[in-house]
């Protein structure tokens, strides 16, 4: 049985960051962290020049020029999220259009390539206590995840069912981790712990570097549905049910 969360679920995903104590906003700020879709907060650190074959897709393709992948599924959804939490002055309209420079803009270009994929990606990933709880998604590609500090609890629901917990930490010597995979296909859900007090200033958060291999894409990418809970949850669809995603 997985620790309890220590930390209620925010009322609004998008506003969690005026919440957030001085050292945790600071830390959000000059990482260039957004608010992420699965939860918690995210910045794209590095993304392979190398384009490989998509192993994911049956028959490569040639780009579409006709067809945006931004317009739906969850690559929308983080695009609605981040106009949301963006500072809009009051009765404004938000922006919506991605940053078109740096990373982003290799970002955006790369979603309508879907016959190649970048060799990887990584990103930094932060939980708080105002945005604690990063819910269930799968992704397609394998991710390699190292811990940079805080302490955490990691869901795992792998494709034969087998439900796999651990906590993520420094106290190596009573089983946690520094380091993990999660292998594509499996469903995964993250929830931030109160730290052991280890003295490191961690200041409550949870902060992770992930790399994934090949690279993330949002067209890779699927959230728990709540009419998957049973068949993939079963039994333990009440204790776990905190973690996926509503909407």
């Known amino acids: 049985m997985p620790p309890s969360p220590h930390y209620p679920p925010p009322r609004d995903p998008s506003r969690t960051l005026p919440l957030e104590p001085p050292h945790l906003h600071n830390l959000i700020t000059?990482?260039?962290?957004?608010p992420h879709i699965e939860g918690g907060y995210f910045v794209e650190t590095d993304r392979s020049p190398l384009r490989i074959p998509n192993p994911f897709s049956p028959s490569p393709s040639p780009p579409d020029p006709t067809t945006d992948p931004t317009a739906s599924g969850t690559h929308a959804l983080q695009l609605g999220l981040e106009a949301s939490a963006s500072s809009t002055?009051?009765?404004?309209?938000?922006d919506t259009t991605e940053p078109t420079t740096g990373g982003n803009a290799l970002r955006h270009a790369y979603a309508k390539d879907q016959g190649t994929r970048s060799a990887s990606t990584s990103i930094l990933y932060l939980?708080?206590?105002a945005n604690p709880q990063g819910h269930f998604h799968r992704n397609k590609a394998r991710a390699v995840h190292s811990l940079v500090w805080g302490r955490g609890c990691y869901v795992v629901v792998?494709?034969?069912?087998?439900v796999e917990t651990f906590v993520v930490g420094r106290d190596v010597s009573a089983g946690e981790r520094?380091?993990?995979?999660?292998?594509?296909?499996?469903?995964?859900?993250?929830f931030l712990l109160v730290s052991s007090g280890s003295g490191e200033g961690e200041g409550g958060?949870?902060?992770?570097?992930e790399t994934v291999v090949p690279g993330f894409e949002y067209e890779d990418h699927e959230f728990l549905r709540k009419d998957m809970v049973g068949e993939v949850l079963g039994e333990r669809k009440g204790e776990l049910g905190f973690l996926v995603r509503e909407g």
């Open 30 to 34: 000059t990482l260039s962290l957004r």
């Open 89 to 94: 002055p009051q009765g404004a309209a938000p």
């Open 127 to 129: 939980l708080t206590p």
């Open 158 to 162: 792998h494709p034969g069912g087998e």
């Open 178 to 190: 520094v380091q993990w995979v999660v292998e594509g296909g499996c469903w995964k859900g993250s």
């Open 205 to 209: 958060g949870l902060l992770v570097s």
